[in-house]
């Protein structure tokens, strides 16, 4: 299995809500990332983990809450998000925190009403 | 400062014309250069990595540490080439991105 998979596709969810958007690769990889995306604009990195540990918070709100229950899984946790929180959210994973090639997901398409 | 340079938003060709999008970059150090691409609808996916040296759908891209560029390089492009390139440099383990470049290559 050589791919990143995320869930859900697409999420629309108000600005009260609570959700998670999950990610998961099976290649052994031991560095995960959550990116975020706007139309036809770079990916901008949100957060790194390495080992299952928080390596890198590039000072994201604490309404984006990241866990990493395991080496194979990282989830994004959402709580109180803003319109402009809307945006398409990426995973990737790397086989370490180096600078090697990361493999991306599908990414999840977010919506905040 | 850690900045990737993509000078054009777009770049149109005729299917069959040759290609090159532009890439600076600067790092103080010695970065690993890459480069990504994002077909309509499709997952962001890697193009090339500089140590590689390979070619890949006919691109290939040299890392030019004088001029610090790496640009990507087709000689004859193809309809399905049409998509939006990202360079990128991986410094201690981060991936910087530039502002990328949408390639539209015409029949």
């Known amino acids: 299995d050589t791919e990143v998979t995320q869930t859900p596709k697409h999420l629309v969810m108000g600005m009260t809500n609570k959700k998670s958007l999950k990610c998961e690769q099976h290649?052994?990889?031991?560095?995960m990332y959550w990116y975020k995306q706007k139309a036809k604009k770079p990916p901008e990195l949100m957060f790194v983990?390495?080992?299952?540990?928080?390596?890198i918070n590039e000072s994201v709100p604490s309404r984006f809450s990241p866990e990493c229950p395991n080496s194979s899984l990282l989830n994004l946790h959402l709580h109180a998000l803003q319109p402009e929180d809307s945006a398409l959210y990426l995973c990737a994973s790397s086989p370490l925190f180096s600078n090697q090639p990361q493999h991306f997901g599908d990414g999840t398409r977010l919506s905040i009403l | 400062a850690q900045r990737v340079t993509q000078p054009e938003k777009l770049l149109s060709v005729f299917k069959g014309a040759p290609v090159e999008l532009k890439c600076n970059y600067s790092?103080?150090?010695?970065?690993?250069l890459f480069w990504y691409v994002q077909y309509s609808r499709q997952r962001l996916q890697l193009l090339l990595r500089h140590i590689s040296r390979e070619s890949i759908k006919g691109f290939t891209a040299d890392l030019n540490k004088g001029e610090t560029s790496f640009h990507l390089k087709k000689p004859f492009a193809q309809e399905e080439d049409s998509a939006m390139y990202y360079c990128?440099?991986?410094?201690?383990?981060?991936?910087?991105f530039g502002q990328g470049t949408t390639l539209q290559v015409k029949p």
């Open positions: 983990y390495s080992y299952e540990k928080l390596s």
């Open positions: 990128a440099l991986s410094g201690r383990g981060k991936l910087i």
């Open positions: 290649m052994g990889h031991r560095a």
């Open positions: 790092y103080s150090g010695s970065p690993e």
